[in-house]
């Protein structure tokens, strides 16, 4: 099985900027890809960024140009670097993996989520 557990989440001002961590543990080996997820309040949880085993990486519209998904090689840590943060980007934001459990199968890992509001 595999725990995420995020961290780095806070108050910050408009333009400002936040690095969000996600570290995972247990079978690592089974992760396929991680990524970052955020949900407005009263919304359904968005696709921020997503990372994959072999490093290709996938942005939100909304994102790209300001987020940067990167994690370390034994993916035991996921992050995600905000900049120019506006308070629209205000959210709690989720670390999520795709965890292989057997052939063509998987199970999606949520972490509790770290809040992210940002002042004007």
Known sequence: QVQLEESGG????AGGSLSLSCVASG??????????YREFAGKQRELVA???RGGDTTY????????????????NTLFLQINSLKPEDTAVFY????????RNRYLEVWGQGTGVTVSS
């Open 10 to 13: 806070g108050l910050v001002q």
């Open 50 to 52: 997503r990372i994959t």
């Open 60 to 75: 939100a519209d909304s994102v790209k140009g300001r987020f940067t998904i990167s994690r370390d090689r034994a993916w």
């Open 95 to 102: 670390c999520h993996a795709m965890v292989l459990i057997s």
């Open 27 to 36: 079978s690592m080996s089974s992760i396929d890809s991680m990524g970052w």
